[in-house]
C-alpha cells in the first residue's frame, strides 16, 4: 500500500477521485462474478472498496502535506538534452522555470514527468541518474523501449528539445540505498542502469566508490549507457559488462559477494526472473536484496513473488 500510495501522489491522485474508480472497480466485478454477484457479496466488496480508499487517502494526505505550497506538477525546462547510448539513450537535465530550489529527495526515488498527447495525459516514472546540485535533475530514457515509461520516453525524445517545457512532480517511492551497508552491489538488465546510476554516483560523492560493484547487462556494447563513466568512476574488478553474447550467470556474482553485501537488481521482469534465480543459487540474505522494475507494478509483483 505504500508503494501504490507515493504514486498515487506522484500522479496527482485526490480524494474525490476514488468514489469513481471504485464504481466502475465494483462494476467490474460484478460483472466477473456473474450469478455469484449476490446482494450479500456485492455488499462486502462495496465495503471493501470502501475501506481501501479511505486508507489511501488517509496516507496520501500525510503525501501531499509533505510537499509544502508545491503539491501538484510544476514546470521544468530542458537545458541539455544528449544521446549517450545507441538505442537511442539520452540524458535530460531539467531546471524549475520559477527558479526555486528542487524538492529534498534521496538517491533512488523517481520524478515524475507529465505530458498530454491526443488529450490523454499521461506519466513516466525516471530517478534521477546524478546526485542533484540542488537546481537540476538529470534523467535518462531510452526510445523505443517497451517499459512503463514508453509513451512519455518518446514524446521526450521526439518532440522536446532544449528550452522545451516538461511538468515535474516532487520525488516519490522508496528505493534506495541502505546507508549502513559496507558492500553495495548493482545489478543491471538493459535500461535498468538508469534506475542504478543515481545511487552509485551519490556513493561516489560520498566518497565510497570503493565499496560498490556494478554488473551491467547489455544487448551490445553501444547500447550500454554510461559504461564509459562507471569504467571511470570505479577500479578495475568493481565494474563487469556482458552482453548477449556473454548471459548473466551465477559465475559472475558469486566472487562479487560478501556475507553483508546488499544487491540492488534492476530491469525488464525477464531479467529480474534470471537475477533472482540466481540469487536463490547463491543463497544470500533475501533482505539484502532489493528489487526495482522497469516494468509496471505488476511486474514486480511476479518478481517479488518468487522470492518466497
Known sequence: MQRLSSKHRAVGVTPDQYPVVNKYLLQAIKENLGDKATPEVVAAWQALLDLMAQTFIKREKELYAQLGEDKGFVSFSVTKKEQIASGPTYTFTLSRQDGKKLWPHTAGQYITIRIEKDGV?????????????????????R????????????????????????LVSAPAGSFGLVNDAKHHLFVSGGIGITFLMGMINELNKQGQSASVTVVQCAQTEDRAAFADKLRNTLAKGQYLLLTKEQQISKSHLQDKLKPDTHIYVSGSETFLDTANRIINELSHPRSHVHIKSVEPTLGLLKALDHKK
Request: include cysteine; glycine fraction near 12%; charged fraction near 20%.
Open 143 to 166: 526510445q523505443g523501449h517497451d517499459d512503463q515509461n514508453t509513451i512519455v520516453s518518446e514524446e521526450l525524445i521526439r518532440n522536446r528539445a532544449v528550452g522545451g517545457t516538461v
Open 121 to 141: 495525459l499521461h506519466h513516466g516514472h525516471y530517478v534521477p541518474v546524478e546526485s542533484t546540485d540542488g537546481n537540476t535533475y538529470v534523467i535518462a530514457c
